[in-house]
């Protein structure tokens, strides 16, 4: 696969993952945060905890596969 | 709110050494490569870990660090949604530009976005017009953080409005003319470090203050159960103002000019994919614990002389002295980071974009490092003469210059560097469709335009729309000029 090819490839992975970060993060948040009383978990509001803490690290470990694993190196002038 | 006194002082000016001597070393440490590529990219040498901090203290500004907590102690949890786009920010940036920019950059020997532009499509026009955009809109940026900065010293040591906008002028354009981009990106690497420690030692003090996250949900409730919700107080954040910053967070940020430079100096792909890890951790260390100190700040500093005061009123509260100094030099290295970087990608507009590739004659190294300098110098007194006295106007383009540049660049950047059959006039129709599309929708609706949908969003589409139609009907490039960037 040409430089080209695969750093298209990267890219439409990294749009790929930020829907999956979009729909997870905000529905989730509006989802739990819209039921009142809010409900607390050690003192931080649940939709912070199942919403926004919890997809960070999940997607923190899909940015490590990305960066360190998925994404190609080399020199540049690879074809 | 009272000042931290000789503790900050002392800190302040220790701060100010490392800097000044960062930017010594770095200017002993240039290479003898060409004078524009040191000057300007630092002689594409950056390795993973400085190439990381410089990107993350570029993109943190003044207002991560002085509006962000702000908007958490007025608006509650809600604002760690608003910030919740900031979980794909290294992802986005550098898979989807990142590591393409840097490869084309190396390929063609550009060394700034309007360089990249104008050699894709041979056209000297995008060239000085996105090098004119990036002068103008980046130079009222940098009056804003010249603003936040005094701001800072006004309060934090006494020292008067005037003579702090001279100081951060005359800090910032000294160790950037003296030492170009290699500075640059090595002090704002030291400042990265000094933003990070200083949050988290601020956080660690305040949930300690506060006795942990039991007394704030209490604290919170009991001035207003909407300091809660995703919403917050007022309706801050209706879902499609969260979905809108989702969008504006990832890929404002992948568009600015000034992080497209960082890209264009990394050493090699590596490099590359390291600073990108390091980036994403350092911003899942960093911008939940930015809001949770403006949250804790609500219920042990309720009341502010000033809605910007968050932040330093709940170190102060919270911080013993010795190291409250420390702490203080996180937004001032948050700032003086991102004044820096502006102030040379608006320099390099000047000297390489505007004057050296239109001139018939080539320049000598000399003549190159002087008119560098001068220039530098000239755009930094030119911030200053602005912030002294802003026009009324400075905050339109403060907003515009945020994501307004984003929307003008990116889909044609994308385009430029991804679809062989995108030309010179999809590129202009793409620049002018986004700018336009932005500025009149932020000028008839305000930041909440169709659907409730930011300005930005729309603007996105539209220049993309714009940059498809310019290139389907008009011609295709030579395949010469497209070899270079797609191979053959």
């Known amino acids: ?79 | 709110m009272t000042s931290a006194g000789p503790a900050v002082w002392i800190s302040f000016v220790g701060y100010l050494i490392v800097t000044f001597g960062l930017a010594w070393a770095a200017r002993r440490k240039a290479s003898a490569g060409p004078f524009f590529e040191e000057f300007f990219v630092g002689g594409r040498q950056l390795g993973p870990w400085v190439l990381g901090l410089t990107w993350i203290a570029t993109s943190a500004s003044g207002g991560s660090f002085i509006g962000t907590p702000s908007l958490a102690h007025a608006n509650g949890w809600s604002v760690m949604l608003w910030i919740s786009g900031y979980i794909v920010v290294a992802t986005v940036g550098f898979g989807l530009l990142g590591k393409r920019i840097a490869d084309v950059g190396r390929r063609t020997g550009a060394l700034t976005l309007p360089d990249l532009l104008r050699d894709r499509f041979a056209s000297p026009a995008i060239g000085a017009l996105s090098a004119l955009a990036i002068v103008v809109l980046h130079v009222s940026y940098m009056v804003a953080q010249y603003i936040a900065g005094a701001r800072v010293m006004e309060v934090l040591l006494g020292v008067p409005y005037e003579w702090g906008i001279v100081g951060f002028a005359l800090t910032v354009g000294i160790y950037t003319s003296y030492g170009g981009f290699r500075a640059v990106a090595w002090t704002d690497a030291f400042q990265a470090i000094v933003m990070l420690f200083g949050v988290l030692i601020a956080l660690g003090f305040a949930l300690d203050k506060v006795g942990g996250f039991g007394p704030v949900w209490e604290g919170l409730a009991a001035q207003s159960a909407d300091l809660l919700t995703p919403e917050g107080p007022e309706a801050f954040l209706p879902w499609q103002t969260a979905l809108s910053f989702f969008v504006i967070w990832p890929f404002a940020n992948a568009g600015q000019p000034a992080l497209i430079a960082r890209f264009l100096a990394c050493r090699d792909r590596r490099s590359l994919k390291r600073a990108a890890f390091l980036i994403g951790l350092y911003i899942l260390l960093l911008y939940p614990a930015v809001i949770m100190i403006g949250i804790i700040g609500r219920v042990l500093v309720p009341e502010l002389e000033a809605a910007d005061h968050a932040m330093p009123a709940t170190i102060l509260a919270c911080t013993p002295p010795v190291l409250a100094g420390l702490v203080l030099a996180a937004p001032m290295a948050a700032i003086m980071s991102t004044l820096s970087s502006f102030l040379l990608v608006s320099s390099s507009a000047v000297v390489r974009d505007l004057y050296q590739r239109n001139r018939s004659a080539p320049l000598n190294e000399n003549s190159a490092r002087a008119l560098t300098q001068l220039s530098t110098f000239a755009i930094a007194a030119i911030g200053l003469l602005f912030a002294l006295d802003p026009p009324q106007f400075l905050q339109y383009i403060v907003v515009f210059s945020g994501t307004g540049l984003a929307a003008t660049f990116l889909c044609p950047t994308l385009l430029a560097v991804y679809w062989p059959r995108m030309n010179k006039v999809g590129c202009l129709a793409g620049m002018l469709g986004g700018f336009c599309s932005f500025g009149l929708q932020y000028a008839a609706f305000g930041t909440q335009s169709f659907g409730g949908f930011d300005p930005f969003v729309w603007s996105l589409g539209v220049s993309g729309i714009g940059a498809a139609a310019g290139s389907l009907m008009s011609s295709k490039d030579p395949a010469a000029l497209l070899e270079p960037y797609f191979g053959s």
Do not use: C, N, Q
Not at chain 1, 3 to 10: A, F, G, K, M, V
Not at chain 1, 39 to 58: N, T
């Open chain 1, 1 to 79: 696969m040409t430089p080209y090819r695969r750093e298209r490839l990267e890219a439409l992975v990294a749009v790929a993952i930020w829907v999956a970060a979009v729909l997870t993060t905000v529905g989730i948040s509006i989802w739990l945060g819209s039921a009142r009383p809010v409900e607390s978990v050690g003192g931080v509001p649940s939709w912070v905890v199942f919403g926004i803490f919890a997809p960070w690290l999940a997607f923190f470990a899909v940015h490590v596969w990305y960066t360190l694993f998925f994404m190609a190196d080399g020199d540049s002038d690879e074809k």
